[in-house]
């Protein structure tokens, strides 16, 4: 049994505490009130987007702070050069690309970012740091002409301290050099600086970068208790008598908890400072309520105030045991897991808050609890959304190690950089509640080894010296006993398309837990009920939970790649397309996880696209070629064959009112019942019944000829940050208000306001068109616009028109 109610133990820093002479007095336990907490005003950190120049391709000199870049480009991050169009064509695609289908056909190469900053002189004595969430990749940065540093992972954040670099009272430039060459990766990846930057002004005497750790070593109904290890950083040149006052505040914003420490520092180096606190009768942290606290630190140097740090964090505790699965405080959970790469479709790689938040919503609608992010770690504002959300996150590290998956991959940087990038991780996202289990790697070739077993031992050590606090995973494919080795150096063990192994496994191994940590869409059935009758099995994640660029086709042609060709350019694999809308599997999933569930779908007349060797061929990663379609002109009379998806004791389908039969809906037909139906126009009506009685039902109903575009926006109001996102659906519909799903009209876009385009799709996973251009194809008779709000108020007006129909707009407020 694992029982992860985290302990506090950190020798590999308490180490540095010999460096230092220490006095210290603390002062801990529960809050004697429960007022609001009053804070100083402190501003530790900057966000750093806007105002950057960048251009696409070579560069020579451009890190020189002289260097003319007038003719440069305007951007605001978050930015991915490889979703814009290619130079002179409306479309970032091209045939010929070296990522080819890996990379959805997209194109990476060199770029370079620029972007002139002033330091105040009030600022002179102070710490500067520069800090990036994530840049893809191989990313070099210069701060008025001086070299700070190479990165080369694409997923991991980093710190540059650019003190020494900076002018004061002048304007400073720092520029950014990217290289995304040659195929690195089997996805899409993007290029450039796709996620934030931030510039943090700080007092030589500071709480240095994600140098808070908190967790809760004991939790019961009556109290938790918390600890916090804070890493000080004593830059200045003479000794510092410093003062920590942490206050623990609840969502309401009452105080529950207070430290108040005292410590002498000598000057050069790090401290590691601990405090306990207690929380009466805590709040837990869980899927259902996720309740989060808030530690507020203040450091004092002198008495004077120096540095602020606000933490959220959750009180819940991790079991995981082989006889009664997954616990979460103390109720066993099973994990309903998808596989989620890091891009958001029409934006790319770039990681805004918003799409972030939309997208862990959407898959929590949809009945998922667990994202595993595949294949490594996501940005800080995918994790804030989990935590924020309820959402239990499988952290993973690499795709490789030393060996190639592509020519120009991670394994060249490996051995140098594993145990930064995997410290880097580990120390930024270990404070979130939704992070359940780390994860070292994924299907790393040659398991079989003893070389790389004993690799996967040394990574799994670093990761609980770093964090004792969660267990550890990997990704295994191809299961057999040659794997043991590997297995034996994991907590949990992750089954790729395994699940005939888990009895087998269980009769050798019956203190083993494992996971499917991949299983088929098409097989969704067989890996749920393997997964759900076994509690040493914890859980089941489908490749994949949300759609992506790349890969392009596995979800109808599978593989050989050869077989695999332009203009696919998206997966076609996921339960939520990229848009954000269900797709067939997804509502198959809710059958087998929700209770009097029921769908409507139909086979179409002949193959919804090209390439596979037979009709009735269906890659594993994808799903019976099925629509949510009634609306087949020129086809009357034509048997079409359709699908009812049930979690209901029976089905009933109609026709205009008309019963067609009722069929019962159970494992024995795998909750599917299918009927033979000639086409005709009307209302076609699939009523469940439990029990006897009518508990839910679905239609279709035939369209008639496009008569009016519909937009939705997703929120009528947004903030003004220049950062809010705005999602509008875009529907052709009849003079009903209905949906016509055989609407390929091209949608022209105007957007007047503080706001603009920034991302367009439609989710046809052999679309070449632009993601930016203000015009798109409809496909089933809708597509997405994703409107980016800007720096000022206003009213944002989206107007649309197509061809011999009438305009439509909406308005959103930029608040």
Known sequence: MLRYQPLCVTGYRLLWLGLFWITAFSGTGLAQTSHAVQTPVFQRQRLFDFGWRFHRGAAQGAQDPDFDDRNWRMVDLPHDWSIEDLPGKHSPFDSNAVTQ?????TTGGEGWYRKSFFIPASQQGKRVELQFDGIYMNADVWVNGRHLGNHPYGYTSFVYDITDQVAWGKENIVAVQVKNEGMNSRWYAGS????????????????????????????????ASVSLQTDIVNQATEAAYIRVLTRIVD?????????????????????????????GYPHLWSIDTPYRYTAIQELYRHDTLVDQVQTKFGIRTLVFDAERGFLLNGIPVKLHGGCVHHDNGPLGACAFDRAEQRRVAILKANGFNAIRCAHNPPSPAFLDA??????????????MWEDPKTPFDYHLYFDRWWKDDLQSMIVRDRNHPSVIIWSIGNEIPDMDSPRVAALARKLADEVHRLDPTRPVTAAVYRVNEKKDAFFSALDICGYNYAY????????????RIMMATESFPLMAFDFWNAAIHRPWVIGDFVWTAWDYIGEASIGWLEYPQSQR???????????????GWKRPQSYYRDVLWKQNQISLFVKPPHPSFPGRPRYDTISRWGWEDVVADWTW????????????????????LLFNGRSLGRKKTDSSNRYIAVWQVPYAPGRLEAVGYTGGRRVNQAVLQTAQAPARIRLIPDREQIQADGEDLCYVTVEMVDQNGIRNPRAANEVHFQVKGPGRIVGIG??????????????????????????????KPGIITISAHAAGLPSAQVEIHAE
């Open 101 to 105: 289908v890996s990379g959805g056909f």
């Open 192 to 223: 450039g600086i796709y996620r934030h930057v931030w510039l943090s002004y700080l007092d030589p005497v500071h709480i240095a970068p994600w140098g808070i750790f908190i967790t809760t070593p004991e939790v019961s109904p009556a109290r």
């Open 251 to 279: 969502a309401a914003g009452k105080i529950v908890a207070t430290a108040d420490t005292f410590q002498t520092l000598l000057p050069g180096g790090h401290t590691i400072l601990h405090q306990q606190l207690y929380v």
């Open 386 to 399: 989990c935590d924020s959300l309820g959402m239990l996150v499988i952290d993973e590290a690499f795709d």
């Open 500 to 511: 005939d192994h888990y009895d087998v496994d269980h009769r050798r191994h019956p203190d």
């Open 565 to 579: 060709y332009y203009p696919w350019t998206l997966a076609y694999c996921g339960d939520i397309d990229i848009c």
């Open 633 to 652: 002109p020129g086809e009357e009379g034509r048997l079409f064959e359709v699908h009812v998806y049930s979690s209901c004791d029976s089905v009933e």
């Open 762 to 791: 439609n989710a046809d996973p052999m679309s070449t068109e632009s993601f930016q251009q203000p015009e798109h194809k409809l496909w089933h008779g809708r597509c997405l616009v994703i409107i980016r709000s800007e720096r």
